[in-house]
């Protein structure tokens, strides 16, 4: 996210928060601050307190618990916030939450239970915590999925092609565009992708129920799985701007820009004009020579190298 918005050449202050002190993107932030979680009690109180100190325009969360605590108490935080109404965070944020709004909506979602209800009718499964990140605490048939707590949930194990999709909900709640991703997973985290159209009609048609029954707003993430058959199981939404959001912003689909024209700048956002291609993500350093402790290591002012 801070290197797209760098790369805009936008005239931006940007100020980065973290539970750490000391993180990777320090030195593309003008200035950081290490904060509580996000469902911390103080951290709204210390994200208000920035706000007034930097006259803060607008927030833009990056993990689904922001997202949701953020949204839930935007009256206390004198910023425009990038956010989805605290309902539907609330919803996005637990996958069982996910199933069952779209099990009464009629909306396609992976099958889910809960272990305390699953009766072992599935050949394959995947268990996974209601409230995760990425894809870790993730078991695959498990011996006993029953003795998970109700802290997880049963999925079936839906084989085929996984994709992610991106897709922009206005301010005003219409689609602005979508954007889909092939992708292979390293370690829970996307490490190559290609710009994927074969499904995009499909894909719209359950966004736009997605959208008609809820308040989605900004870039939404939906994750799915591509059956043999050509059926589109979703599994996971996220309802925040995704991790893969650098490469999307090369391909043709720029949703940080479409946010930050809507949200700083009140513009109409660009048209979303999406190109083929492929990522392979690698790893890069930050060095910053001839120091020997972090301190004062939160600018973009410090001494360092990218190599």
């Given at each position: 996210?801070?290197?797209?918005?760098?790369?805009l050449?936008?005239?931006?202050?940007?100020?980065?928060t973290?539970?750490?002190?000391?993180?990777?993107?320090?030195?593309?932030?003008?200035?950081?601050?290490?904060?509580?979680?996000?469902?911390?009690?103080?951290?709204?109180?210390?994200?208000?307190?920035?706000?007034g100190k930097?006259?803060?325009?607008?927030?833009?969360?990056?993990?689904?618990?922001?997202?949701?605590y953020?949204?839930?108490?935007?009256?206390?935080?004198?910023?425009e916030?990038?956010?989805?109404e605290?309902?539907?965070?609330?919803?996005y944020?637990?996958?069982?939450?996910?199933f069952?709004?779209?099990?009464?909506?009629?909306?396609?979602?992976?099958?889910?239970?809960?272990?305390?209800?699953?009766?072992?009718?599935?050949?394959?499964?995947i268990?996974?915590?209601?409230?995760g990140?990425?894809?870790?605490?993730?078991?695959?048939?498990?011996?006993?999925?029953?003795?998970?707590?109700?802290?997880?949930?049963?999925?079936?194990?839906?084989?085929?092609?996984?994709?992610?999709?991106?897709?922009?909900?206005?301010?005003n709640?219409?689609?602005?565009?979508?954007?889909?991703?092939?992708?292979?997973?390293?370690?829970?985290?996307?490490?190559?992708?290609r710009?994927?159209?074969?499904?995009?009609?499909?894909?719209?048609?359950?966004i736009?129920?997605?959208?008609?029954?809820?308040g989605?707003?900004g870039s939404?993430?939906?994750?799915?799985?591509?059956?043999?058959?050509?059926?589109?199981?979703?599994?996971?939404?996220?309802?925040?701007?995704?991790?893969?959001?650098?490469?999307?912003?090369?391909?043709?689909?720029?949703?940080?820009?479409?946010?930050?024209?809507?949200?700083?700048?009140?513009?109409?956002?660009?048209?979303?004009?999406p190109?083929?291609?492929?990522?392979?993500?690698?790893?890069?350093?930050?060095?910053?020579?001839?120091?020997?402790?972090?301190?004062?290591?939160?600018n973009?002012s410090?001494?360092?190298?990218?190599?």
């Amino acid at each position: 996210m801070l290197r797209n918005i760098r790369d805009l050449n936008y005239n931006i202050y940007l100020i980065g928060t973290d539970i750490a002190n000391f993180t990777a993107g320090n030195h593309l932030c003008d200035v950081t601050y290490q904060v509580p979680y996000s469902y911390d009690a103080d951290f709204i109180k210390v994200i208000a307190d920035l706000v007034g100190k930097h006259n803060v325009n607008l927030i833009l969360p990056t993990t689904d618990y922001e997202a949701y605590y953020l949204s839930l108490h935007r009256d206390k935080i004198k910023a425009e916030i990038a956010v989805s109404e605290a309902a539907t965070a609330k919803i996005y944020l637990d996958k069982y939450l996910t199933f069952k709004h779209h099990f009464a909506l009629k909306i396609p979602f992976a099958k889910t239970w809960l272990p305390s209800e699953y009766e072992n009718d599935e050949s394959e499964i995947i268990v996974k915590p209601r409230e995760g990140r990425g894809s870790r605490g993730i078991e695959i048939n498990p011996k006993n999925p029953n003795a998970f707590s109700d802290d997880y949930l049963i999925q079936p194990l839906h084989k085929g092609k996984e994709i992610t999709t991106a897709f922009y909900v206005k301010r005003n709640g219409a689609l602005h565009g979508l954007f889909t991703m092939e992708r292979e997973l390293a370690n829970g985290a996307t490490s190559k992708s290609r710009t994927c159209k074969d499904y995009d009609s499909a894909l719209e048609v359950i966004i736009l129920q997605m959208i008609s029954h809820t308040g989605l707003r900004g870039s939404i993430n939906l994750q799915s799985i591509v059956e043999e058959d050509g059926t589109i199981v979703p599994f996971e939404v996220n309802c925040r701007i995704s991790g893969t959001n650098s490469i999307r912003h090369n391909l043709g689909f720029q949703d940080i820009k479409y946010t930050l024209q809507e949200y700083l700048y009140q513009q109409e956002p660009d048209i979303v004009a999406p190109i083929e291609g492929i990522a392979v993500r690698l790893l890069y350093d930050v060095i910053y020579p001839k120091v020997s402790n972090e301190d004062g290591l939160n600018n973009n002012s410090s001494n360092f190298k990218i190599y």
